[in-house]
């Protein structure tokens, strides 16, 4: 397999982008039944989507003797999965083992429900507080994740190994530090690239290769429109726009979406998420499909508040809505992010997901989320410990960084090109005592640098804080992850907004991956997996390939339980 990475040009994705919901009605069309029906083709099951989800519904389906077409909106495969770490969170694998550790079932479940509905947690509760709805599927995710991943991996679909960090140790989960993750490692794994680490283009091209090999057919700038169902209420087909028209395909056995969440649909992410998020770094075509579509069959939806959160740097977000990356991690040992009252909000080192959240605090005395925009601020040694946003020393300066002599400087370049902004992001001023109280937080972050210990937000100490931050050299400090911001500068600052790796709600689904009504029953021949359903991680990101992990275990699923049906 090439180790060369797949490369979509901007025009690709603008062009994408032009597929947009606004072009195309959405919805579901009733016929009478499908033998009546005309049908341009059919097949035995039809997958709309090409990311990691889809093609493991449709790799599913194929090793259970179904024909299969993939249909995917874009102009070209992959969808977010194409342009991602490639990384798959997979509980109780086999490789874990040879790294000295061993899952255990309950410990993934207590994990597992603290954190992706902490607010229904009960540690004394048979099933630790979660519905019924939720155990089974987190039951039904450990029951089959490492089966659907041992099956790709020994029939050459996706050859994965255990993911290990800069140090050469597994990763650690995301929430590591607390109790109910018993220091478990090696839950995430990698794309084996002859021996790499793939990474997304990787795992798209071996799981694509695989599909075609196994007589699957898989077309672009196909984008699904409406889902046909007969009178029984079982789903039967799809209508598909394509570059010659409207076509109609019949699905014999089911219909499997993994068209991803609704990122770039800003009705649905003004409506629905609880974050205020700007865009992220789901393809552009990920705009919502499946939720319209849903709205005509009485699907029920779930988790739409919810999303994979990951920062963004602002200006990029503000040029288009589907960047290039987000901020895994903020660099650097001598930095640190405040809001606009020059406060800090969060541990530097901590995982993007958690790090997001904090741009929904509201203050409801002054009526504003006082860190809807953060300030990412490092000094010239920092350069020597890069990372995201922090170019190396002498590297040129990307635009999006303000520079500053001196902090007083820095805070009015910072002033100045958020007032540059306002024709997009409207008035936004820093507090009056901005500077004074940033004068005062880095004397106290620095504090803490010294003793190695930060009192107010924990830098450094969890396991994952570790796992996304290298150490290039010893700078003599009692924590590599925090140094002293110098008295002198010059300075640096980045902008940063809240965004997302994509959403995750949409229709709700059983063990089997079926969708369900309303009324909790499961539609006939329809199936759903990845970003474009609610997800069983709820609130959580798992650990490192957490999207990944759930959309290609219920996608394999899916497609098996698709292609066994009469």
Not at 84 to 96: A, D, I, Q, T
Not at 255 to 278: A, E, S
Request: proline share 4%.
């Amino acid at each position: 397999m090439s180790t060369e990475k797949s490369r979509v040009s901007r025009r690709g994705f603008m062009k994408a982008a032009g597929l947009g919901a606004a072009s195309t009605a959405l919805g579901a069309v009733t016929v009478t039944s499908a033998q009546a029906q005309e049908w341009d083709e059919e097949f035995d099951v039809v997958v709309a989507g090409s990311g990691g989800a889809a093609l493991a519904g449709a790799i599913g389906a194929l090793d259970n003797g179904a024909s299969v077409v993939v249909l995917e909106k874009a102009a070209f495969i992959g969808g977010t999965t194409g342009k991602s770490g490639g990384g798959s969170w997979v509980p109780n694998n086999r490789w874990m083992e040879a790294h000295g550790y061993k899952d255990n079932k309950e410990d993934f479940l207590r994990y597992v429900s603290r954190v992706s509905f902490p607010e229904l947690y009960r540690d004394n509760h048979p099933q630790f507080g979660m519905t019924d709805h939720h155990w089974a599927q987190l039951n039904a995710f450990w029951d089959n994740a490492a089966r659907v991943f041992h099956t790709l991996n020994d029939e050459g679909a996706l050859p994965v190994f255990t993911f290990l960090s800069w140090d050469g140790k597994p990763a650690p989960d995301y929430h590591g530090q607390i109790a109910e993750n018993n220091d478990i490692r090696g839950r995430q794994i990698a794309v084996n690239n002859d021996g790499q680490t793939g990474f997304g283009a990787h795992m798209i091209e071996f799981m694509s290769a695989y599909v075609e090999e196994k007589g699957g057919d898989i077309r672009t700038e196909n984008r699904v429109s409406r889902i046909i169902k007969d009178d029984t209420g079982r789903v039967v087909g799809v209508e598909v726009d394509t570059p010659e028209g409207t076509t109609r395909i019949r699905a014999k056995k089911g219909v499997i979406f993994g068209t991803g969440g609704f990122t770039h649909n800003h009705h649905m992410r003004t409506q629905f998420l609880r974050t205020p998020v700007m865009g992220g770094c789901a393809v552009p075509t990920n705009e919502g499909d499946l939720i319209n579509m849903s709205a005509e069959l009485g699907v029920k939806l779930g988790n739409l508040n919810e999303a994979w959160n990951q920062q963004v740097v602002l200006e990029e977000v503000l040029q288009f809505s589907s960047v290039p990356s987000g901020v895994f991690f903020q660099g650097g040992d001598s930095s640190i992010s405040v809001n606009k009252y020059g406060k800090r909000m969060y541990d530097e080192k901590y995982v993007y997901p958690e790090r997001t959240r904090s741009h929904q605090v509201y203050d409801q005395w002054r009526g504003d989320y006082p860190n809807l925009y953060q300030i990412f601020i490092f000094d010239e040694e920092a350069r020597k410990m890069p990372g995201n946003m922090i170019p190396k020393v002498g590297a040129d300066l990307p635009a999006y960084v303000i520079t500053g002599n001196n902090l007083e400087e820095l805070t009015a370049n910072i002033q100045a090109r958020f007032d540059s902004l306002a024709e997009q992001l409207g008035t936004y001023k820093l507090a009056d005592d901005f500077l004074e109280s940033l004068k005062a937080t880095i004397e106290r972050y620095n504090g803490f640098a010294i003793a190695g210990k930060d009192e107010d937000f924990h830098r450094g100490e969890a396991p994952i804080d570790a796992y996304f931050h290298a150490v290039p050299y010893d700078r003599g400090l009692p924590s590599p992850y925090m140094a002293p911001i110098a008295d002198e500068g010059p300075y640096y600052a980045v902008l940063l907004g809240a965004g997302t790796l994509d959403t995750k709600g949409g229709p709700v689904f059983d063990v089997n991956a079926q969708v369900l009504n309303v009324r909790d029953e499961p539609i006939p021949g329809l199936y759903v997996a990845g970003n474009a359903s609610a997800s069983p991680s709820g609130k959580s990101y798992l650990g490192g390939g957490g999207t990944l992990g759930l959309g290609i275990t219920f996608g394999y699923i899916a497609g098996e339980h698709a292609a066994k049906q009469a």
